[in-house]
C-alpha cells in the first residue's frame, strides 16, 4: 500500500491483511470523525481500502450531546461490526411504546411498538457522546488512523488523486470524504461557492439529566420509576418528548418551538429555563417540572438550520464526496440523520470496492446516483412528520388519536446500504456509462 505523500503510511491497510481482507490499493482521507466519518472509515476498512479520518476536535468527547437515533436501517451496519450489539445494548433506550398526550396532559393515543417494529429489526436510541466514544473505540481498534485536533482548510484535487491542507499540511490520497457536518467546508470546493444555511423558523431545547429528582417529584416519577418510558406531548407548533433511560435511571427531553432569530446568532446556545417555561406556557404541569428540574448546565437551546438540497454531493473531477449533514441535513423530526450518513458511508465502501482504484470517479458518481433521491425523499418526512404533530387537528384529536402516530415505513426501515449497494451497482454504472 502506497503511503499518503505526508509520509505516514497508514497502518489499517496490515491490520486488514491480517483479517484476511485483500487491499483495495484505495487511499481515503476522511475529514470529520462524527457517525458519517467514523462508518466510512470502519466500512471502507472493511473493504480493503486504507482510511486516514483527520478530526478537529481534540479528545473524543463522550460528554456531547444528549439522545440520538438510529432506525433498524443502520442498526443493521452496526450489528456487522463485532462487539458493537454487546455495547450499544446496555446503554440504549428500550420502551415498549410512546404514549402520547395533549399539551395540557391529557392521553391521547399509545403506539406499540410490536411484532411490525420487531420485524424490521433492532434501533439503538441513546447518549450521542457514549455512542460515539464506542463507534469511535470499535474504528481505532480495526486499525482506522484518526488524527484528533486538525482543522482542515483546504480541498484540492486533480485528475488522478485528492487531497487537503490540514493544520497547515498537505496530505494526498485517491479520494476524499467531507463528513465535516452542517457547516461543512468541503461543501466549497463540490459546489463552488458557498452555501448559507438558512433558519428553519425552528429550535429545539433539550437536555440529558439524572432521573433522581424525577423519581422523587409526583408530577414525574412514572416517567422513571417503571424502567424505561418514552411520552410525548403535542401542542400547536410545539413538541415536547421525554425518554428514560438505562432502566429509567437517566432522563433525556427535547421540545421543539417557534423561532425566528437570525442563523448567526449561533447555532447552539446555553438554554434559560425561564424563557423555556414561558414557551410552554399553559402546558401540562409534569412539563413544566421536568424543564425545572433540569440544572442549567445541562440545558442547550439547539437551532435547527435548513439547507436547500444540494444539486450535487461530489465534486468536478468527482474525487470529492460529501457525506453525512454535510450533504444532506435533517430535521430532527425525521428520526434518520445519523442513520442516512451511516448508510452513506456504507454505500460508498462498497462502491469503491467494485469501481477499483483506478475508477475512483465512477465509485462516487455511483455511490452519488444510488443515494441521492432515498436521500431527498427521508429529509421530506422531517417536514410531514413536525407538521403532522405541530398543525394537527387538537379539537378533533381524541376522535381520530391514530393521525397523529409516527409513520414506520418499510422502505426507510428494511433498508439495507451494503447490500441494496452491492446490488444495484453495475446497472447503475451501466446507465452512468450511457
Ligand atoms: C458535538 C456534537 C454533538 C451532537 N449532538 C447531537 C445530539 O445530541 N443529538 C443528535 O441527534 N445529533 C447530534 N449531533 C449531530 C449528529 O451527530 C449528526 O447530525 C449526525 O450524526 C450526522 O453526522 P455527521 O458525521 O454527518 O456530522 P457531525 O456529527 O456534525 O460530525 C462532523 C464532524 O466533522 C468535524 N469537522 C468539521 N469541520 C472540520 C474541519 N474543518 N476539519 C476537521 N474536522 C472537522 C466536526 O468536529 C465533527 O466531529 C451532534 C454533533 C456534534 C458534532
Redesign the pocket.
Known amino acids: 500500500m502506497a503511503p499518503y505523500t505526508d509520509g505516514t503510511a497508514s497502518s489499517n491497510s496490515e491490520a486488514n491483511e491480517d483479517q484476511g481482507v485483500k487491499p483495495s490499493g484505495i487511499r481515503v482521507i476522511i475529514?470529520?470523525?462524527?457517525?458519517?466519518?467514523l462508518t466510512a472509515a470502519i466500512e471502507c476498512t472493511r473493504k480493503g481500502h486504507s482510511c486516514l479520518v483527520?478530526?478537529?476536535?481534540k479528545t473524543t468527547?463522550a460528554q456531547?450531546?444528549?439522545?440520538?437515533?438510529f432506525g433498524s436501517n443502520s442498526s443493521r451496519i452496526f450489528q456487522r461490526w463485532p462487539g458493537i450489539n454487546e455495547k450499544l445494548t446496555p446503554i440504549c433506550h428500550t420502551s415498549k411504546c410512546l404514549k402520547y398526550k395533549t399539551w395540557d396532559g391529557e392521553d391521547i393515543y399509545t403506539q406499540w411498538w410490536g411484532t411490525e417494529e420487531e420485524n424490521f429489526g433492532k434501533r439503538y436510541n441513546g447518549h450521542?457522546g457514549e455512542i460515539h466514544s464506542i463507534i469511535f473505540d470499535h474504528a481505532v481498534s480495526q486499525g482506522v488512523e484518526i488524527r484528533l485536533g486538525?482543522?482542515?482548510?483546504e480541498y484540492f484535487e486533480n485528475e488522478h488523486e485528492a487531497g487537503v491542507v490540514?493544520n497547515g499540511e498537505r496530505i494526498v490520497g485517491d479520494v476524499v470524504l467531507g463528513?465535516?457536518?452542517?457547516?461543512?467546508?468541503a461543501r466549497q470546493l463540490v459546489l463552488g461557492y458557498d452555501d448559507k444555511p438558512k433558519p428553519s423558523g425552528y429550535a429545539i431545547y433539550?437536555a440529558w439529566l439524572s432521573s433522581e429528582d424525577l423519581a422523587k417529584n409526583a408530577l414525574t416519577k412514572d416517567l422513571v420509576i417503571h424502567g424505561d418510558t418514552h411520552t410525548g406531548w403535542l401542542g400547536p407548533d410545539i413538541h415536547f418528548l421525554a425518554a428514560s433511560i438505562k432502566n429509567g435511571k437517566e432522563f433525556s427531553w427535547v421540545f421543539t418551538h417557534k423561532d425566528t432569530r437570525d442563523v448567526d446568532e449561533g447555532w447552539s446556545e446555553p438554554g434559560d429555563v425561564d424563557d423555556a417555561c414561558r414557551i410552554l406556557e399553559g402546558w401540562d404541569p409534569a412539563v413544566h417540572a421536568m424543564v425545572r428540574m433540569t440544572p442549567p448546565e445541562k440545558l442547550v437551546d439547539w437551532k435547527l438550520v435548513y439547507r436547500d438540497p444540494l444539486p450535487t454531493w461530489i465534486s468536478p473531477k468527482a474525487r470529492t464526496a460529501l457525506?453525512?449533514?454535510?450533504a444532506h441535513?435533517?430535521l430532527?423530526t425525521s428520526i434518520q440523520?445519523?442513520s442516512q450518513?451511516m448508510e452513506d458511508g456504507a454505500c460508498l465502501a462498497v462502491c469503491l470496492e467494485l469501481a477499483g482504484k483506478d475508477h475512483v470517479d465512477d465509485a462516487l458518481r455511483a455511490f452519488e446516483k444510488i443515494r441521492y433521491d432515498r436521500v431527498r425523499r427521508i429529509q421530506k418526512t422531517g417536514e410531514t412528520t413536525r407538521d403532522q404533530w405541530h398543525k394537527a387537528d387538537f379539537d378533533n384529536l381524541k376522535k381520530n388519536p391514530e393521525a397523529i402516530k409516527l409513520k414506520r415505513e418499510e422502505w426507510v426501515l428494511n433498508h439495507d446500504a451494503e447490500s441494496h449497494a452491492y446490488k444495484v451497482y453495475p446497472e447503475v454504472i451501466s446507465s452512468l456509462r450511457g
Open positions: 475529514v470529520g470523525a462524527g457517525f458519517a466519518g483527520l478530526e478537529s476536535y468527547n456531547l450531546g444528549d439522545i440520538i437515533s450521542r486538525q482543522q482542515v482548510t490540514s463528513a465535516d457536518g452542517v457547516r461543512s467546508k433539550r457525506i453525512g449533514d454535510a441535513p435533517f430532527p440523520g445519523a450518513a
